[in-house]
């Protein structure tokens, strides 16, 4: 049996005379003498629940009294019209049971009252999400989520899921956790780009997967974890042009749809959210060196990867979402297809945010000779690849795709300092529980 039969938010002043039963939290109780609150919190807002020393069950009055903030409550009331109670009413109470007692203290103080530090309200998550403003950052990934999903369905794209637990790396690199897999040894795949690409071999022709990434990265900075969740898209017979679009929709299409429904998520975190204008703008690794030497920086010599302060400095130029196109092939990992009339250029890209990168994809190599060539320009061994490789000697049809940190989009979008905001229960170098 559900042991509520509405929401505080749920509740308008107009269902005055109306019994309901709410459940929550004990937000905060105050005791003027002749009148006692006790303010109901659940996740669709705050009730006021009041009750009178002259005419509430002294019994009931003394329950109320003795139950401590946070704790677990159901109270079943009356509606009456309060203009100076949250939503317009408060709840005259026929019953009130202490479902679950929180210990006193508390480790923090949810009401937002009282600064904390990130560290001690990650510790406490499940206290930190208690705050409508934490609480909505999650609502509106969800939002973010439901609006890419609608998205990928409306221009065909089937979900698709493909395995963690894996033999090789993605790119070669050293960034991967090594697992212990019965006799052997085995990986958490960084990123699901070997799998997305034979699915184009499948013939499945668009698909996307939203779900974890894995990197062993050391580094201790505000936008990256040890587990992140990408939302990856591959699509065949596509270049990086319709790939791109498909891109910015997805991104715009989101700020759109959290504008639109959730209002009230938003003002808890008070933000007026601007939605960013499409097509977005396309600037190319060389016009982003120009730009960047231009202002009188140090020069970076064309092939070098764009650094942090780079990327910082041109999103502050540039103030809005744009592409990074036309890379270096050097610097794009080697499933990235260069062009084949100047190779030393290639059809990669970066989505950016001034703050920093969403997104990369690219069109892809679909050559089986070509591929093998570029996997060894990169000084990696194919036979380590031969189970993907194998993949393109039975037809594979061209393809282009892009993978995009979720968590990245809603920082961004949300203007958070740091992911760990929002990442529910956030993993890096130090972070292993809860
Ligand atoms: P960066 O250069 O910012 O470290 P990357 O180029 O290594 O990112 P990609 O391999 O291109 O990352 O992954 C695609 C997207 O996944 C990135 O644009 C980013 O949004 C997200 N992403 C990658 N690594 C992380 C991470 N460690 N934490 C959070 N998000 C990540
Ligand atoms: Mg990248």
Not at 181 to 206: I, T
Not at 328 to 342: A, N
């Amino acid at each position: 049996m559900i042991l509520r039969n509405a929401y505080t938010g749920d509740i308008t002043p107009e269902m005055a005379g109306k019994e309901v039963t709410l459940a929550g939290w004990v937000h905060e109780t105050r005791d003027l003498g002749g009148i006692f609150f006790l303010v109901l919190r659940d996740r669709k807002g705050f009730a006021q629940v009041t009750l009178f020393r002259k005419t509430t069950d002294p019994v009931l009055l003394n329950t109320v009294k003795a139950v401590s903030r946070e704790s677990v409550v159901q109270v079943k009331g009356l509606v009456k019209t309060e203009a100076k109670a949250p939503g317009g009413y408060e709840i005259v109470p026929i019953d009130v049971k202490v479902l679950a007692p929180a210990e006193v203290p508390l480790p923090m103080d949810p009401t937002g009252k009282v600064d904390c530090e990130l560290d001690t309200r990650l510790d406490v998550r499940y206290i930190d999400i208690r705050r409508p403003c934490a609480l909505a950052v999650f609502e509106i990934e969800s939002a973010v989520l439901q609006s890419l999903r609608d998205h990928f369905y409306k221009n065909g794209l089937t979900e698709t899921f493909t395995p963690k637990i894996v033999a090789a790396a993605t790119e070669g690199g050293t960034d991967l956790f090594p697992i212990s897999y019965f006799e052997r040894e085995a990986f958490l795949n960084q990123s699901p780009q070997l799998y997305k690409q034979m699915l184009m071999a499948a013939g499945m022709d668009r698909v996307f997967e939203i779900g974890p990434i894995f990197r062993a990265e050391e580094h201790d900075t505000r936008r990256h974890l040890n587990e992140a969740i990408s939302v990856d898209v591959e699509v065949s017979f596509a270049d990086e042009n319709d790939v791109m679009s498909l891109l910015e929709w997805a991104v715009a299409g989101a700020y759109s749809y959290v504008k639109e429904n959730c209002s009230k998520q938003l003002k808890a975190i008070g933000l007026d959210l601007q939605v960013p204008k499409t097509p977005f703008r396309r600037v190319t690794y060389t016009e982003a060196l120009e730009l960047a030497s231009g202002a009188g920086r140090k020069s970076m010599n064309w092939g070098d990867d764009l650094d942090t302060e780079t990327e910082r400095f041109l999103g502050e130029k540039i103030g809005e979402h744009y592409f990074l196109t036309e890379w270096p092939s050097s610097i794009k990992p080697y499933y990235t297809l260069p062009y084949s009339d100047h190779p030393e250029v290639c059809r990669g890209f970066d989505l950016m945010h001034p703050r920093m990168e969403l997104a990369s994809g690219a069109q892809r190599v679909h050559d089986y000779n070509l591929l093998v060539e570029r996997i060894k320009s990169k000084g990696l061994q194919p036979a380590g690849f031969e189970f993907y490789l194998k993949a393109f000697r039975y037809g594979m049809p061209s393809h282009a795709g892009w993978g995009l940190g979720l968590s990245r989009l809603v920082m961004t979008m949300l203007n958070l300092d740091n992911i760990r905001d929002a990442v529910l229960f956030p993993r890096d170098r130090r972070r292993l529980v809860p």
